[in-house]
């Protein structure tokens, strides 16, 4: 069945420090793909997604790119900030809106500390 | 007001008891999630519904139950809560292009 497989944390790094967390995926065809991030004490909250492989998403300055040839979709950041410190989660999604195909696969989530 | 909304946001209970965690949207979505999520497990999923009577199990729906009394409403019940039920709980709801959007979660304990 579908997977997602993201690096095990926690990472820590000093700030304006780059970023890279990694996520790979399974998948029948070509899903869509998306990073979400969990602040302490609130919810999962969309951070990007890709939609078709080449797309890159981006968002506040984190960016991933959709690489079919690697099955992957690795988020970055160039300087990361005190107030990214959070919980990552990478997901995808099978196309199509019948069944359990639209549900999303999380990978276990991947702990990011920022130190000032 | 935030789109999704969860009560209660924590909830101490015991062995045993019967416990209703609701959750409510203001997004107009068909589609309502329920997940719990475990340190180091990540979310998984209980049960989801495409609208008010199609309802389906998840992952993990075992000890669980869930009405969807609206299309704006999404309820969990754990008929006789465990101590391995303890967690936090997350409702979702989502779009047609498959985008979810999470409440804030309730932190179940169970004693």
């Known amino acids: 069945g579908d997977s997602v497989t993201q690096m095990e944390g926690p990472v820590t790094l000093s700030e304006e420090a780059f970023l890279t967390i990694n996520c790979t995926y399974t998948a029948t065809g070509y899903p869509s793909l998306f990073w979400y991030v969990q602040y302490p004490g609130e919810g999962l909250q969309l951070l990007l997604k890709?939609?078709?492989?080449?797309d890159k998403g981006s968002n506040k300055g984190f960016e991933a790119t959709y690489r079919k040839e690697t099955t992957s979709f690795h988020l970055e950041k160039g300087s990361v900030q005190v107030s990214d410190s959070a919980v990552y989660f990478c997901?995808?999604?099978?196309?199509?809106?019948?069944?359990?195909?639209?549900?999303?696969?999380f990978g276990k989530g991947t702990k990011l500390s920022v130190k000032p | 007001d935030a789109d999704v909304t969860q009560t209660p946001r924590n909830r101490i209970t015991k062995t045993g008891k019967r416990i209703m965690l609701e959750c409510s949207q203001t997004k107009g979505h068909d589609r309502m999630y329920w997940y719990r999520q475990d340190p180091g497990l990540g979310l998984r999923l209980i049960y989801y519904s495409f609208d008010v009577k199609d309802i389906n199990k998840g992952e993990i729906s075992d000890g669980y139950s869930v009405s969807r009394q609206a299309q704006a409403k999404f309820s969990l019940s754990l008929e006789s809560a465990i101590p391995n039920q303890t967690a936090l709980y997350f409702c979702a709801t989502s779009d047609e292009l498959g985008t979810q959007y999470f409440g804030p979660g309730t932190r179940l304990t169970v004693l």
């Open positions: 997901a995808s999604r099978r196309r199509g809106y019948g069944g359990s195909q639209g549900n999303l696969i």
């Open positions: 890709a939609t078709k492989a080449d």
